[in-house]
């Protein structure tokens, strides 16, 4: 079996495409360590389905001043000096000055993003990329927007719409392994043949390898309400699709030199579990301050 501790799952991104946004910013943490962090937004021009769409893929970037050992982190100079070295649509006069770049190899990595909903106050998850090196992409390189990753099968189920109808696609929940024996969860969507084989093929536990289409869309729907006199109301909203489309996969999960132990990661999912607890447990603190803090400036004191 692997090794948790020391194997990594493989966990790579490829992205190329146009610069549509850059966001950076600098900071401290609550104890007074600089940081840095931002955003690329990548226009990919890419097949989807067999449809061309229009992705925007969002890269996200952190890094401190310091390492732990006090010394300088050229990450944090890396990042700073992409606001001199790139140009984003949103800050070009034209498409044609925007960069074109590439985010890509074991640089660039699909993590989990876990927040509280502060509407429901329940934790909620996601996928996000995560790099810290842009490039400039080279004439030759197409736009795409793909990923591959080696992972853990810790479940299937049918995909529900928001009316609790299953669509026809199938949700693959993985567990990624990463530096020290952490897992990231995230969700993959299989569909037509991609989902009959892994139904027939892939079991809860196995490792499998996974490689597919990093969709990210947004769309603006207009429809009109009905009024109780004169001209309908005419509404627009915008809906947005963020998923991974599996078009790829391993025949059968690894043999067993190949493979995780199950016990391993039923250990690093406690891990992970404890760490949304605490994010949960952080979130309500915050919130009985607050609402302290709010009730004491109601009686002005």
């Not at 949960?280 to 607050?290: D, E, M, P, W, Y």
Request: glycine share 8%.
């Amino acid at each position: 079996m692997l090794d948790i501790k020391k194997v990594q799952s493989k966990n790579e991104c490829n992205i190329v495409g146009i610069l549509n946004e850059l966001d950076i910013v600098e900071g401290k943490t609550s104890d007074g360590k600089d940081y840095i962090r931002g955003t690329a937004t990548i226009r990919v021009d890419q097949e989807v389905k067999g449809k061309q769409v229009e992705n925007l893929v969002s890269v996200f970037m952190i890094g401190n001043r310091l390492k732990s050992d006090g010394s300088l982190n050229p990450i944090y100079d890396k990042i700073a000096s992409y606001k001199e070295s790139l140009t984003s649509v949103a800050a070009a006069e034209t498409i044609a000055q925007a960069s074109r770049v590439s985010v890509s190899g074991k640089t660039a990595n699909l993590v989990e993003n876990m927040w509280v909903d502060k509407r429901t106050g329940a934790v909620r998850t996601g996928f996000q990329i995560s790099s810290n090196f842009i490039n400039l992409a080279r004439e030759s390189d197409e736009d795409v927007a793909k990923f591959e990753v080696t992972g853990v099968v810790l479940g299937m189920r049918p995909e529900q719409n928001k009316e609790g109808e299953e669509t026809g696609r199938l949700i693959v929940t993985l567990g990624l392994v990463g530096y020290a024996g952490r897992i990231n969860v995230i969700e993959a969507i299989a569909e037509d043949n991609a989902k009959s084989f892994i139904e027939d093929n892939w079991n809860k536990s196995d490792t499998v390898t996974v490689a597919g289409i990093i969709n990210m869309t947004q769309k603006v729907i207009t429809y009109t309400e009905e009024v109780g006199f004169g001209e309908p109301i005419v509404r627009h909203r915008t809906e947005s699709c963020r998923e991974l489309l599996i078009t790829a996969g391993s025949r059968e999960g690894a043999d067993e030199d190949h493979a995780y132990d199950e016990d391993d990661i039923k250990a690093a999912l406690k891990e992970r579990q404890a760490k949304k607890e605490a994010l949960l447990n952080k979130s309500k603190s915050k919130s009985a301050a607050k609402s302290t803090s709010e009730k004491a400036d109601s009686f002005g004191f």
